[in-house]
C-alpha cells in the first residue's frame, strides 16, 4: 500500500460521496464501496432501477424511454452519489441522465461527427492524423455520459476487441513507421483487467517507433476506486504513457477523484485533463475557472475546453462557439496561463482539430503590431529589421542525430 496522500489545498474535509452513498447505498460496506467491480455490477441500467434513487422529472422519465434504443444508461454507484437529487440542472445529474431532447435529432447532428469511420482501417484503429493513431480497445464505460461522441460505438454490446482484432490492430501499428503517438480510448481502457491492458501495452512499448502513449479515461471521475496502485505501477512501467481525463464541473473534483489522480502522478504518470463545454451546465467562466483551479490543487493540467461535437442527440448541449471565446477572454489574465486551457473545436465530418482564442492583435504593419491587452489597453511590438527566419544549423544536428 502507498501512503496515504494528504489533502491538498482547498479541498473538503470529508469525501463527497459519503451522504449520497449513506442515502442510496446504506447496505453496501467499506470494503464493497471501495472495490470498483462492485460498483460495475450495481450500476443503475434501466428506468425502474433509476427511479428507486432519484425523483425523475417528467422531462427525464420520458428521456430515458425515448432514448432506450438510441443510447443506452449506466451510472456507478459512486458518481450517481455526487447527484443532487433536488435539482434537474445539478451537472452531474445532466451528464448521466437524459431528457427528451436527447432523442431528437436536429439537422447538422452527425451519427460519427469525428468522420473515423472512414479513416478505420482496422477495427481497433482510426487513422486520421499523420503521426498518430486512435486505438479503439473496448465499447464500456462506468458512465455513458449524455454528450457522448462515440455513441455509435458505445451504444451497445459491452465487448471488448477479440484477441485478434486487437492483435490486427498492433500489426497495423507495427506496419506504419509514421505512427509515434498511440491514444488508447474506447469506451474506457480502465475497465480492462490489468492483464488485458498490459496485453495491448506492452507490444506497442516495443515498437521502436511508437514514441507515446495516452490512454483516455473518465474513470478519475466516474469510478476513481478503479486507480490503484497496481494499476499505476502498471502504467509506469510502459512510460512514456500519459492519462488523459475528463472533469467537466468542479462538483467531479471530490477527495476520491483526487486520491485518483494523485496516485497516478505519485507513480510519475502524467495526466492532463479535457473538459466539455456544456450549456447551462459549465457554460460560464467563474465555473471553467473554479474547475481549472481546483484540478491544478490535484496535479492534473487543464489541456483542452472542447467545443461541443455535433453527435446525435446532443444540441440541447452545445454553445455558440462565441460562449467559448467570450469564457477564454475572462480567463486570459485573469488568472494564471497554467489554469487557461486550449479551445479546441473537432471540425464536423473529419477536418480535425482547431484551435481558437480571441484576437488581440488590433493592426499589423512592417514596423510594427498593434496589440490590446486583457484589460483593453493598446500596446505596440516593434518589429524586427532582421527577418531571416532560417536555422542553417538544423541541417548539421539532423547529421548528427540521424546520419
Not at 441522465?97 to 447532428?109: C, D, H
Amino acid at each position: 500500500m502507498s501512503p496515504s496522500v494528504p489533502p491538498s489545498k482547498g479541498a473538503p474535509a470529508h469525501p463527497a460521496s459519503e451522504a449520497g452513498r449513506r442515502a442510496l447505498f446504506p447496505a453496501a460496506t467499506d470494503a464493497e464501496w471501495s472495490d470498483w467491480r462492485w460498483h460495475q455490477r450495481h450500476a443503475v441500467r434501466n428506468l425502474a432501477q433509476l427511479e428507486k434513487y432519484v425523483p425523475l422529472t417528467p422531462d427525464e422519465r420520458a428521456g430515458v424511454q425515448e432514448t432506450s434504443s438510441l443510447f443506452r444508461i449506466g451510472i456507478s454507484p459512486y458518481y450517481l452519489s455526487l447527484i443532487d437529487r433536488d435539482h434537474p440542472l445539478c451537472p452531474i445529474r445532466m451528464q448521466s441522465i437524459p431528457v427528451r431532447a436527447e432523442a431528437r435529432i436536429r439537422p447538422g447532428e452527425l451519427a460519427d461527427p469525428l468522420g473515423e469511420d472512414k479513416t478505420r482501417p482496422e477495427e481497433a484503429i482510426v487513422h486520421k492524423y499523420p503521426d498518430r493513431v486512435l486505438f479503439l480497445a473496448l465499447d464500456t464505460c462506468s458512465v455513458y455520459c449524455r454528450h457522448c461522441t462515440r455513441r455509435r460505438i458505445t451504444k451497445g454490446g459491452e465487448a471488448e476487441l477479440s484477441k485478434e482484432q486487437m492483435r490486427r490492430g498492433i500489426e497495423y501499428i507495427r506496419r506504419h513507421p509514421e505512427v509515434r503517438d498511440v491514444l488508447i480510448s474506447g469506451g474506457d481502457p480502465f475497465l480492462l483487467s490489468e492483464e488485458r491492458l498490459e496485453e495491448l501495452l506492452a507490444p506497442l512499448y516495443d515498437i521502436p517507433h511508437v514514441e507515446m502513449v495516452r490512454i483516455g479515461t473518465r474513470v478519475p471521475v466516474c469510478l476513481p476506486m478503479r486507480v490503484t496502485d497496481s494499476l499505476a505501477r502498471l502504467l509506469r512501467r510502459y512510460a512514456p504513457l500519459y492519462v488523459v481525463t475528463h472533469f467537466n464541473h468542479p462538483k467531479e473534483v471530490t477527495p476520491e477523484a483526487r486520491e485518483a489522480c494523485e496516485r497516478l502522478v505519485d507513480h510519475g504518470v502524467p495526466v492532463e485533463n479535457q473538459a466539455v463545454l456544456m450549456r447551462r451546465l459549465n457554460s460560464d467562466a467563474r465555473i471553467i475557472k473554479e474547475l481549472s483551479h481546483s484540478l491544478l490543487r490535484i496535479r492534473v493540467r487543464p489541456y483542452y475546453l472542447h467545443q461541443m461535437d455535433v453527435a446525435e442527440g446532443c444540441e440541447h448541449l452545445r454553445t455558440p462557439i462565441s460562449k467559448g471565446m467570450e469564457i477564454l477572454q475572462q480567463l486570459r489574465g485573469h488568472t494564471t496561463g497554467l489554469a487557461v486551457p486550449h479551445l479546441a473545436v473537432d471540425l464536423p465530418g473529419g477536418g480535425g482539430k482547431v484551435t481558437l482564442q480571441p484576437d488581440y492583435v488590433l493592426e499589423r504593419g512592417e514596423q510594427k503590431t498593434v496589440f490590446r491587452n486583457y484589460k483593453g489597453e493598446r500596446y505596440d511590438y516593434p518589429e524586427p529589421e532582421e527577418t531571416d527566419c532560417s536555422c542553417p544549423y538544423d541541417s548539421v544536428w539532423q547529421q548528427k542525430r540521424w546520419g
